[in-house]
Nanobody
Framework: QVHLVESGGGLVQTGGSLRLSCVAS????????MGWFRQAPGKEREFVGT?????????YYADSVKGRFTISRDNAKNTVYLQMNRLKPEDTAVYYC??????????????????WGQGTQVTVSS
């Protein structure tokens, strides 16, 4: 059974930073692609970024967070991180990590991910 557990969310002022963590258990982590998504109230879940398991852990980001957010992974700890800097009120959402065991090319599509965490709330005050 695969489990993903996010942590690190909270309340921060505009311009501040947070680092989210996602710990995976139940499978060998190093071969999986990991994604971060977010969902604000009344909106669909949207892609934030992904880190692949091949190609030197290549990362891809949504345009809205590019240059502000950074994804990294520590395979020894079965953990993926989302460093969020220069946060804006529009970044307020529940953030989810997700695991894609097939490193699918459609990494922006949440349906490509087989496992999800429970989410962690990020609130950015103006």
């Amino acid at each position: 059974q695969v489990h993903l557990v996010e942590s690190g969310g909270g309340l921060v002022q505009t311009g501040g930073s947070l680092r989210l963590s996602c710990v995976a258990s139940g499978r060998i982590f190093g071969s999986d692609a990991m994604g971060w998504f977010r969902q604000a109230p009344g909106k669909e879940r949207e892609f934030v970024g992904t880190i692949r398991s091949s190609g030197g852990s290549t990362t891809y980001y949504a345009d809205s967070v590019k240059g502000r957010f950074t994804i990294s992974r520590d395979n020894a700890k079965n953990t993926v991180y989302l460093q969020m800097n220069r946060l804006k009120p529009e970044d307020t959402a529940v953030y989810y990590c997700a695991l894609d065991p097939y490193n699918s090319s459609g990494y922006r599509d949440p349906h490509e991910y087989d496992y999800w965490g429970q989410g962690t709330q990020v609130t950015v005050s103006s």
